[in-house]
Every structure is written in structure tokens, then in C-alpha cells.
């Protein structure tokens, strides 16, 4: 999921929910219901085919554009079945996983440059972050962002490094104090 707050922008909101209409048209989306209020606009858009549901490729997008002139706020959401992830769930254990990882990848790249379409619309020189879609006003701003994604990746390298590895010293210990007769079968549940 997007989503950003736009403030000090001379666009209408009315208008932004107007050009994300059109793209999901062009892109072929069947537009589904609408719910629209003053200062409100919610859209479900879906793709459905015998060969979306067998290549893993995007079939829902909900977008939430509300707010006023100068101050609003932009949602997106793609995915392969909306916001229900059961059904990827089930679909990947019968193909070892394969159906969802490609939904999955499918619904990021579509949600990717959706969310970039969308965000150069409202402001095109801000820069956008590929990994999360946080908005950033500067080039130094996202490179500086990143950095924090890759630390963030390494400390999650190194956490996973350090559970698998206490993980064998307690199976390892468990094994010796098996072997030294210190525990028997009635012990383990």
C-alpha cells in the first residue's frame, strides 16, 4: 500500500481521482463501485481473466484520494486479490509458492509505477523511494533513506546469523546432554 499526504500542492483533489480513473481505464481495469462524498473519493478497480489468475499478474487496485484544494491525501492499494492475502496463501501451497511470489512481485511493480504516475502528476520533481513509496523533496533526502534500508537489511542479516546460530548451540546441547543419558524420552514434549 501508498499512501502520502499532499499539502501546499495547486491541484484539486477531485482532479487527481479524476487522471487515476483514466489510467486504470487505459490499463485496461474495469471500474467498480464508487463511493464519492464531498471531499471524498474511493474507487475499486479489477482485472479478472483465466490468465491474470494463472501468470500471478495485479486484479485489484483501491484508491482513497480525499481531502481539499491544497491539502489531501492519495491511497493505493494493488493486488492480486485485494486485500485478502488467503487466497494467494492457498494458491501458493499448490504450486510450491510459485503463483504467489509472482503475485506478488506483480502487484509491487504494477503498484510502483502506478504510485509514480499518481505522485509526478500532483509534483514531478519529487523523488520517490522504490522499496517503501516514501515521497522525498531531494535527491540526498532518498539517498539518505536508502542507507537506512540497507542498515536495516544488515541488522536483519545479522539477527537472522544469530538465531540460526543459537538455535544449534541449544540443538547441540540438547544432542550432548541426550547422549550424557541426562534426558530421556519423557522429557521432550
Given at each position: 500500500?501508498?499512501r502520502?499526504g499532499?499539502?501546499?500542492?495547486n491541484?484539486?483533489?477531485?482532479e487527481v ?5 483514466k489510467?486504470l481505464?487505459q490499463?485496461g481495469?474495469?471500474l467498480?463501485p464508487e ?8 474507487l475499486?478497480?479489477?482485472k479478472?481473466?483465466?490468465?491474470r489468475?494463472?501468470?500471478?499478474k495485479?486484479?485489484?487496485?483501491d484508491?482513497?484520494v480525499?481531502?481539499?484544494k491544497?491539502k489531501?491525501e492519495?491511497q493505493?492499494?494493488?493486488g492480486?486479490?485485494?486485500r ?9 501451497i499448490?504450486?510450491f509458492?510459485v ?6 512481485h506483480s502487484a509491487?511493480q504494477?503498484?510502483?509505477r ?6 509526478h502528476g500532483i509534483?514531478p520533481?519529487?523523488?520517490i ?6 515521497l522525498?523533496k531531494?535527491?540526498q533526502?532518498?539517498?539518505e533513506?536508502a542507507?537506512?534500508?540497507?542498515q536495516?537489511?544488515?541488522a ?8 540460526m546460530?543459537?538455535m544449534?548451540m ?6 550432548g ?5 541426562m534426558m530421556g524420552?519423557?522429557?521432550w514434549?
Amino acid at each position: 500500500m501508498r499512501r502520502h499526504g499532499f499539502v501546499g500542492k495547486n491541484m484539486e483533489p477531485m482532479e487527481v481521482y479524476a487522471n487515476i480513473k483514466k489510467f486504470l481505464s487505459q490499463e485496461g481495469f474495469t471500474l467498480g463501485p464508487e463511493d464519492i462524498r464531498e471531499g471524498f473519493w474511493d474507487l475499486h478497480a479489477r482485472k479478472s481473466s483465466l490468465e491474470r489468475i494463472a501468470l500471478g499478474k495485479v486484479r485489484d487496485v483501491d484508491v482513497v484520494v480525499a481531502g481539499t484544494k491544497g491539502k489531501f491525501e492519495v491511497q493505493l492499494h494493488a493486488g492480486v486479490w485485494g486485500r485478502d492475502l488467503a487466497i494467494p496463501a492457498v494458491e501458493g501451497i499448490a504450486t510450491f509458492g510459485v503463483a504467489t511470489a509472482a503475485d506478488l512481485h506483480s502487484a509491487h511493480q504494477f503498484e510502483e509505477r502506478m504510485w509514480e504516475k499518481i505522485v509526478h502528476g500532483i509534483d514531478p520533481s519529487l523523488k520517490i523511494c522504490s522499496l517503501d513509496g516514501l515521497l522525498f523533496k531531494t535527491d540526498q533526502e532518498l539517498s539518505e533513506h536508502a542507507k537506512l534500508h540497507e542498515q536495516q537489511t544488515l541488522a536483519g542479516q545479522a539477527n537472522a546469523m544469530n538465531s540460526m546460530a543459537m538455535m544449534g548451540m541449544v540443538g547441540m546441547m540438547g544432542m550432548g546432554m541426550w547422549g550424557m543419558g541426562m534426558m530421556g524420552p519423557g522429557l521432550w514434549i
